[in-house]
């Protein structure tokens, strides 16, 4: 089958960092996605990985290792607008899309 | 920026009733898609379109339909709701094999 992994809930201080980890086995690779997703709004699209290695973008960066099947969004310098729900997902074909049921982080003051 | 709207927020209705779920997406976006989002389950997909009239059912069609008439427009229905239906339903679109840009999502309710 096809599988998604991420922690449930994660908890961070503001000004820190922090690593939410995204296991996946998959039919397919055709790239993984990272999106926030704030309570009670859409998500939006935050990073995309489809080769070995590190992404940067800003305070946000995403790591990928295809021969482990493994991905990790880093949040750095957290903001208390940060918490929020974080999805993992990945494209195994082309138009299909499989979503893991994302990490709920709470940044505390 | 790419706007996708959906044509309700909240929504209401009653066991057996035919519901239209309308979703529209203003930059020409090749492909189109329907999720539900339950808690502790994620997105799961349920039908999505690559192309006008065109439709593919993704992990959980059953109980709806689509219709994609116009390049702009996917509409998914709902053909008798029933309670297990009641669920937050998303709307997305993509220009291709990258990211999905999201509509604000319409909670339905099934009663």
């Known amino acids: 089958g096809q599988n998604i992994d991420q922690p449930t809930e994660m908890t961070a201080t503001e000004g820190a960092i922090v690593q939410i980890n995204c296991t996946y086995q998959t039919s397919g690779f055709n790239g993984l996605f990272w999106y926030q997703q704030h309570a009670g709004e859409a998500p939006t699209f935050l990073s995309y990985n489809v080769l070995d290695g590190l992404e940067e973008k800003g305070r946000f960066s995403s790591f990928l290792s295809r021969s482990k099947g493994y991905s990790y969004l880093l949040l750095k310098e957290l903001q208390m607008k940060d918490s929020a729900s974080y999805l993992c997902?990945?494209?195994?074909?082309?138009?299909?899309?499989?979503f893991g049921t994302g990490t709920r982080l709470k940044v505390l003051a | 920026d790419v706007k996708v709207t959906q044509s309700s927020r909240y929504l209401v209705k009653r066991t057996g009733e035919k519901v239209f779920l309308e979703c529209v997406q203003d930059m020409d976006h090749e492909n189109m898609f329907w999720y539900r989002q339950d808690p502790g389950l994620g997105l799961r997909l349920i039908y999505f379109?690559?192309?006008?009239?065109?439709?593919e059912k993704g992990d959980i069609p059953e109980g709806y339909s689509v219709s994609r008439e116009k390049k702009e427009r996917f509409s998914l229905i709902l053909e008798s709701a029933s309670t297990n239906q009641t669920s937050m339903y998303l709307c997305a679109s993509s220009p291709g094999g990258n990211e999905q840009f999201f509509g604000p999502g319409t909670r339905l309710t099934v009663l």
């Open positions: 997902a990945v494209s195994p074909g082309t138009y299909k899309y499989i």
């Open positions: 379109s690559y192309d006008v009239k065109m439709k």
